[in-house]
């Protein structure tokens, strides 16, 4: 079992909608958490990171953390075509602990 | 301007042949990084350098060999290539060895004929 687990998807969603990106960790010992975006043939960029539980907003973008269910959330309101990318999430055991990557969601928001 | 940068952006080569890449970050960072994201786009962390001493060092074969002359640079030479060693390898860089906020250079694509 991969420590991060992504549906690769694709997720395809119109223009405007909520988007809900999905990750499920098994290492209880993790307590960082963060979102890249990486576009097509480019390097990823950090969007949030976020310790322990609990929400951090940042503009358009929530991260959700449950620590009880290992589940890590991202939502992208009002989504846009330019945030077309796949969506990476990882994970810490401490801030300057190696990180663990998921595989990636790929998404798609259609004009 | 750019923030973290690699060369080359690609790279395509014959097995059995040594190359390197190379990195350099402008952020004023004190760590960098390697991570190769193979085919199925999974990022693995590859090595680690903190003001130019060795971090972090994964299970990596002995022909991937880091060297960092200064804080700002970070190279990767690769000696007797391997087909398996196609991949895109990013370089990236954090402040005081922080790993929850790291910034990616470009990556550079290897393929191995």
């Known amino acids: 079992q991969k420590e991060v687990e992504q549906d690769p998807g694709p997720l395809s969603v119109p223009e405007g909608a909520i988007v809900s990106l999905n990750c499920t960790y098994s290492?209880?010992?993790?307590?960082?958490f963060m979102w890249y975006r990486q576009y097509s043939r480019k390097g990823p960029e950090l969007l949030m990171y976020t310790y322990s539980s609990g929400n951090k907003e940042d503009g358009r973008f929530t991260a959700q953390v449950d620590k009880s269910s290992k589940y890590i959330s991202l939502f992208i309101r009002d989504s846009q075509p330019s945030d077309s990318a796949t969506y990476l999430c990882a994970a810490g055991k401490t801030s300057y602990d190696k990180v663990i990557f998921g595989p990636g969601t790929s998404l798609s928001v259609i004009p | 301007d750019t923030a973290v940068s690699q060369t080359p952006k690609y790279l395509v080569t014959q097995m059995g042949n040594d190359k390197s890449i190379k990195c350099e970050q402008n952020?004023?960072?004190?760590?960098m990084y390697w991570y190769k994201q193979d085919s199925k786009k999974f990022l693995k962390i590859m090595f680690s350098?903190?003001?130019?001493?060795?971090?972090i060092n994964e299970t990596v074969p002995n022909r991937f060999s880091p060297k960092s002359p200064d804080k700002a640079h970070l190279n990767l030479h690769i000696n007797s290539l391997e087909l398996g060693d196609s991949a895109v390898y990013f370089c990236?860089?954090?402040?005081?060895?922080?790993?929850?906020?790291?910034?990616f250079g470009p990556g550079t694509r290897l393929t191995v004929l």
């Open positions: 990236a860089s954090s402040l005081n060895g922080r790993t929850d906020t790291q910034y």
């Open positions: 350098y903190n003001n130019k001493e060795l971090i």
């Open positions: 290492n209880s010992a993790f307590q960082y």
């Open positions: 952020l004023g960072h004190d760590t």
